[in-house]
């Protein structure tokens, strides 16, 4: 019986080894090209082929969800989604007994309590970042002069994933300044914003990252690269909070 129970199992990790990626080696299906190409593709002897291929179910719903771009909803937005629900259904919406919605400019923290002192030690550690530093690749890959030198690790200038830790640093330092309106933080992010604006603009074609556009070429072609997409997300994400949380335009 026991024997049974193991050869099943076996042979269900097979049956699921065959029909699931369980790797990290990218297919076809892998480059954001392909997948556009076919799910907009008028071809539908093409389309056959290709999910007959890659063992997809035209009306399963889930092989359809898996070829679609992700599109997560962050933390957030999922509250105010529910916020939303909510609101819909309760007829106590408007008399107060509901939560509302507050802007983290409107809150502070207790000076003295644990809370405020955690929140301080990660404002220190922002202003002790360098605006130079963050964005010495930036600089070098838009072809401006490049003062003072790069940090290591991720920035560092041979990493693959330069630049993303400087999203990061977009997105901790927009909500910062809303929860303390440090007007140092401000002036050093705000100069970060700046610096990166001059190196879109020196591109001249919107392209705005601190790694050449190759690294995504190396992608679409299913070539070895860490992750230019997942980089990319990170500083329209750092952006987007220094738009809506600090006014910068
Ligand atoms: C549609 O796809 C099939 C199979 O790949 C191909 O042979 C054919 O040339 C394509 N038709 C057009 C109009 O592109
Ligand atoms: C910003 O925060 C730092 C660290 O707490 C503090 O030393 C500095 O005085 C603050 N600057 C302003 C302008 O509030």
Redesign the pocket.
């Given at each position: 019986m026991k024997g049974l129970l193991v050869v099943v199992m076996v042979s269900l990790l097979c049956v699921f080894g065959i029909s699931k990626e369980c790797t990290n080696i990218p297919t076809q299906l892998s480059s954001h090209s392909f997948r556009y190409e076919l799910l907009s593709s008028q071809?539908e002897?093409?389309k056959e082929?290709m999910f007959e291929h890659y063992h997809l179910t035209p009306t399963d719903d889930s092989a359809w969800a898996s070829l679609l771009p992700r599109k997560t909803l962050r933390e957030d937005d999922e509250y105010s989604w529910e916020m939303m629900y909510r609101n819909l259904k309760s007829p106590l919406k408007s008399s107060g007994n509901f939560l509302n919605e507050m802007s983290l400019h409107n809150v502070r923290l207790d000076p003295g309590s644990i809370h405020w002192q955690a929140q301080h030690t990660n404002l220190e550690y922002l202003l002790m970042l360098d605006v130079n530093k963050l964005v010495w690749s930036f600089r070098k890959t838009a072809g401006l002069s490049t003062p003072g030198k790069a940090y290591g690790g991720w920035e560092a200038p041979d990493s693959e994933l330069r630049g993303h830790f400087v999203g990061h640093y977009l997105s901790a330092s927009a909500q910062m300044w809303a929860s303390t309106h440090n007007e140092t933080l401000k002036k050093k992010m705000s100069a970060v914003v700046s610096a990166l604006s001059a190196c879109q603009m020196k591109m001249g074609i919107g392209y705005l990252s601190a790694f050449p556009s190759e690294l995504f070429d190396r992608f679409e072609a299913i070539k070895p690269v860490w992750a230019p997409y997942y980089t990319i997300h990170k500083i329209l994400a750092g952006l987007l909070d220094q738009y809506t949380l600090a006014d910068n335009s």
């Amino acid at each position: 019986m026991k024997g049974l129970l193991v050869v099943v199992m076996v042979s269900l990790l097979c049956v699921f080894g065959i029909s699931k990626e369980c790797t990290n080696i990218p297919t076809q299906l892998s480059s954001h090209s392909f997948r556009y190409e076919l799910l907009s593709s008028q071809n539908e002897t093409w389309k056959e082929e290709m999910f007959e291929h890659y063992h997809l179910t035209p009306t399963d719903d889930s092989a359809w969800a898996s070829l679609l771009p992700r599109k997560t909803l962050r933390e957030d937005d999922e509250y105010s989604w529910e916020m939303m629900y909510r609101n819909l259904k309760s007829p106590l919406k408007s008399s107060g007994n509901f939560l509302n919605e507050m802007s983290l400019h409107n809150v502070r923290l207790d000076p003295g309590s644990i809370h405020w002192q955690a929140q301080h030690t990660n404002l220190e550690y922002l202003l002790m970042l360098d605006v130079n530093k963050l964005v010495w690749s930036f600089r070098k890959t838009a072809g401006l002069s490049t003062p003072g030198k790069a940090y290591g690790g991720w920035e560092a200038p041979d990493s693959e994933l330069r630049g993303h830790f400087v999203g990061h640093y977009l997105s901790a330092s927009a909500q910062m300044w809303a929860s303390t309106h440090n007007e140092t933080l401000k002036k050093k992010m705000s100069a970060v914003v700046s610096a990166l604006s001059a190196c879109q603009m020196k591109m001249g074609i919107g392209y705005l990252s601190a790694f050449p556009s190759e690294l995504f070429d190396r992608f679409e072609a299913i070539k070895p690269v860490w992750a230019p997409y997942y980089t990319i997300h990170k500083i329209l994400a750092g952006l987007l909070d220094q738009y809506t949380l600090a006014d910068n335009s």
